[in-house]
């Protein structure tokens, strides 16, 4: 719709001067994130400074009924940012302050902007490091409001442990700090809990106060080959049922191996592998490590290949952060369709298996790599989102793939969130929690302003 | 006022016959929690058993305008439980059920009225255990209703982090499942999160799936005194900031180890106290004891007095757990007023230290405990609600400390929840996310209906 909200998008240029883009590549650059989801540009794209800012974007934006998309870096994965129903995009890479970092206190409160790759180098320094690392270097805003997690959540947890308290615009402006920084409250309805995973259709996370930890005294990292998925899966279970505190602890099948040696550079056999992390002090580290490499070789693993100095370890878990980009790799102007579920731990060998054999019956390569220590999986195939055929063949795939993990008792998205792709299952998952949620919506925006068209549908 | 709710009360009794009481010892025995908050009857006491009568029960109450009051075993802080408006209490004791325990995924489902001995006692033998521990033998659900935590939350979190997927009945009788049992999800927004801290007054907590943790393979306790409280507390902070996964670390001040060495026949010498356990393989355990131990020392500590055997470890931590009533004992006919401030931990020490400068200008006894490993700490004096004047100086000097928190970045309470007694407190503590909260409750709960009066006044 050309010339749909000229007057909101003058006042925001009154309030912003050239930090209000309106010109056709910006708008498309905000226009999808890394999925297969089909882009839809917005009628412009702010980029505040300030929590002041936002929220006098919001009273703007309100006025005049137009739709607030909040962006972080677009790395998400269910087509979050997309403006499918037009509107301002709200890119936060400016809000990019770290506030300040208490080191006594193991926090730091910093801007949505600020990604998680520069709030590791601003602390390394003083021993400390943020631990949730979705494979893209996100925006911390982006991580709380998808409730993102990664390689070391099954050590260190989500952004939903991570994450201490926010500060929140609402669709009519209003700034809500939602929690102190104590450790632990009581105080009333959890709302940072609330908007952490509410993927910007709730408010827009302004400031974040997170949780930190020390970087360990030992870090040692190794790389297992399996005969098997099974063995390597079984190995997975065995470690967390004795209770080891394995900090990384990753799967990828063969297909995804594949995937990473083209793109990496690496040459690892192809097999179902599991990278592997242990963090303590160094007797500690060797404690955990020989109990895991005892539990790998009844599982007829191969000997722990270790990655004992920093630049060995970095290049590791690069080459798996990098797999998506990887995946999406193995085949021109492709785009990525990761699915995500996750299952009680007890029930990920029969998930996977039968997912393996739901693959054989596919045309095209599709790797599988998971955070498998937390019962979370990704099938990651590289998709044409325009031939039509294929997306109904992946369609009917995932579908396939949701409905065993629910009947496993599972989660139609462990990590990635709803978005627009997602509904659909959100509401086979929580038939009764999906009224509630839409209750909340539209209790909080009444307006239906904040990232419409995302999670729940109201109005 | 006598004969309200006439109606809803004989078709309560023809749901729940003998199990629908109107015995003024009952009602009585449901007015009120172990607080110094003044006593309220409910009209009536429904025992459910089975969460579709709970949803019964509460389209009966619904249709009547009756107030419901969830009760789990009454042993809060906040005066959650008594009926300050009236209505009809729900005693949960009778939903006492273990529905499953599934050791592969070390989670268990049970009925919202089972109390946490209760379900240790049943997951002994499996070799796990469920970690949060109020001092009192408290109903699963009541924990969920006030985000409770204890002595182990340092290591293992609150129930925030404990509970996996809950079964709510909301104010009309809805009966609504909040997620799945797997170990993460980014499926919409964190209902689970929303009702655990909600007090009952958005719906009653049914069911709850738990994590529970494998028994580690060594558990040492040890007890240690200090010359002054500073000491200890520096000892806890060290020992936090060098991410030993201490499993707890409790302070008692002189005045409290009084109370507990003539509650519970002990002999800790008069003097401030920490009371430490480690958890983990026997070398792991020996290292992380070495490492306090030094903390210790460098803080002027004594030596570890080790409680090594199951037995002394028990009675341990069960002159701990009993410490409110040992604080009430201390004086004939006493209530319990039990403060509950949380600070970031940097701001522990001075935060105590100025506390007990103003204890000092107090005419009665106020022992200090804390779980200070979270910075979480409470004043507990014995008090005669009846005596004004009394009441009236400890009002203020309540008010002092949760001012001298808030000002440190810190919460009016860590544990214990808001009930009917910080309301005030709340608002300052939150005051834009008071309006947010008072927005859901409306939302999800028009008629007021769920335990009014209680967390946030609407209508
Ligand atoms: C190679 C690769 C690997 C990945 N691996 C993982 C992984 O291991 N684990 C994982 O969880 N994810 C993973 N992802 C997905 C993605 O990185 C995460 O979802 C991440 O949290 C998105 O952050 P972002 O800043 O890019 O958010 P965006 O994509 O910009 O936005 C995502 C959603 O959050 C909203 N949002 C963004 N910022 C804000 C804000 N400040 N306030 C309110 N709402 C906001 C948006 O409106 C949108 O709905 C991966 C992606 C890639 C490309
Ligand atoms: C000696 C002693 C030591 C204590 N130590 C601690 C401690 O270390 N840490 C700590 O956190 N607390 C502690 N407490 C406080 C208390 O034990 C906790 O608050 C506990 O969680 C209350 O559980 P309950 O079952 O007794 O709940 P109740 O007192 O029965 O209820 C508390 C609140 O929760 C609501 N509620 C109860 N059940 C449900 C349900 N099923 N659904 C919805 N709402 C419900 C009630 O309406 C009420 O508002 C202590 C208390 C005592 C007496």
């Known amino acids: 719709m050309p010339g749909a909200f000229t007057v909101a998008i003058q006042e925001l240029q009154e309030l912003l001067g050239e930090r209000l883009e309106t010109s056709s590549s910006v708008r498309q650059h905000h226009a999808h994130d890394e999925s297969f989801h089909l882009p839809a540009s917005p009628e412009a794209v702010a980029f505040p400074k300030s929590t002041s800012e936002v929220s006098e974007i919001a009273r703007i934006c309100m006025r005049h009924h137009m739709p607030m998309l909040p962006f972080g870096t677009g790395t998400a994965m269910e087509g979050g940012v997309n403006a499918s129903h037009g509107g301002l995009s709200i890119d936060m890479s400016l809000m990019n302050n770290i506030l300040s970092v208490t080191s006594e206190d193991m926090d730091c409160t910093v801007q949505a902007g600020v990604t998680r790759k520069q709030l590791n180098e601003h602390l390394r ?18 991580m709380a409001a998808t409730r993102a997690s990664g390689t070391n959540a099954v050590r260190y947890g989500t952004m939903r442990d991570a994450v201490l308290a926010l500060t929140v615009v609402m669709a009519d402006g209003k700034i809500v700090k939602t929690s102190s920084r104590a450790r632990k409250s009581a105080a009333g309805y959890d709302l940072t809990r609330l908007f952490i995973g509410s993927e910007g259709t709730l408010g827009i996370i302004c400031e974040i106060s997170l949780r930190l930890h020390a970087i360990p005294e030992a870090i040692s990292a190794a790389v297992c080959a399996f005969g098997s998925v ?7 279970i065995e470690t967390i049922q004795m209770g080891v505190p394995i900090a990384r602890i990753e799967l990828l099948d063969a297909a995804a191996i594949n995937a990473v040696n083209q793109y990496s550079g690496t040459d690892y056999p192809f097999l179902p592998h599991l990278f592997l992390e242990f963090h303590g002090t160094q007797a500690w580290v060797a404690e955990q490590a020989s109990i895991v490499k005892e539990l790998a070789v009844e599982n007829q693993g191969s000997e722990f290949q270790w990655a004992s100095n920093t630049e060995d370890r970095t290049a590791l878990w690069q080459a798996r952060h990098d797999f998506a980009y990887a995946a999406r790799a ?7 369709f990761s699915t995500d579920v996750c299952v009680p731990i ?9 997912t393996i054999t739901d693959i054989k019956s596919m045309p095209m390569s599709m790797p599988i790599v998971g955070h498998v220590g937390d019962g979370n999986f990704h099938v990651v195939p590289a998709v044409d989102p325009e031939n039509e055929a294929e997306m109904l063949l992946i369609d009917s795939f995932h579908t396939r793939l949701i409905h065993r993990a629910l009947s496993a008792g599972g989660t139609c998205t462990g990590e990635h969130g709803i978005g627009q792709g997602k509904k659909a299952f959100l509401a086979e998952e929580l038939p009764a929690g999906v009224d509630i949620m839409k209750t909340i919506k539209h209790a909080l925006d009444p307006d239906n302003l904040m990232n419409p068209g995302k999670v729940v549908d109201i109005n």
């Open 125 to 142: 320094d003083q021993g400390m490091f943020f631990p949730i690392d979705p494979g893209a270097d996100a925006s911390v805003g982006g």
């Open 230 to 236: 099974e063995g390597a899966i079984n190995t997975v």
């Open 330 to 336: 193995t085949r021109p102007n492709a785009r990525i």
């Open 346 to 354: 007890s029930q990920l060998a029969q998930c996977i298996l039968e």
